[in-house]
């Protein structure tokens, strides 16, 4: 079973970029799928993308993300990445990572404001 933790959120203008990290420890990390999920205030967490274990499958919510984030991996590195690009104020949320089912980080916040 892996670990998770997250990084790279923080305060960041309207337009700008971020790029999340999450560091898997244990064992296992190059055999899961591994997805993003984001929570907005008072909601639920929801999904943002996923990625198969050997990198080579992506799948984005829909259109108000793709295009501006991309999910990545490094196996050799045991880390998942997501690229966030023009962030929008309605991007503000607590980002988690999730490797397979039901194993999650902690989170990490993005708040885009001016």
């Known amino acids: 079973q892996v670990q998770l933790v997250e990084s790279g959120g923080g305060l960041v203008l309207p337009g700008g970029s971020l790029r999340l990290s999450c560091v898997a420890s244990?064992?296992?990390?190059?055999?899961?799928?591994m997805s993003w999920y984001r929570q907005f205030p008072g909601k639920e967490r929801e999904f943002v993308a996923e990625?198969?274990?050997?990198?080579?499958?992506?799948?984005y919510v829909d259109s108000s993300v793709k295009g501006r984030f991309t999910i990545s991996r490094d196996n050799a590195k045991t880390t998942l990445y997501l690229q966030m690009n023009s962030l929008k104020s309605e991007d503000t949320a607590v980002y988690y990572c999730?490797?397979?089912?039901?194993?999650w980080g902690q989170g990490t916040q993005v708040t885009v404001s001016s």
């Open positions: 999730k490797a397979g089912p039901n194993t």
């Open positions: 244990g064992s296992g990390f190059s055999s899961y799928g």
């Open positions: 990625i198969s274990a050997s990198g080579r499958t992506t799948h």
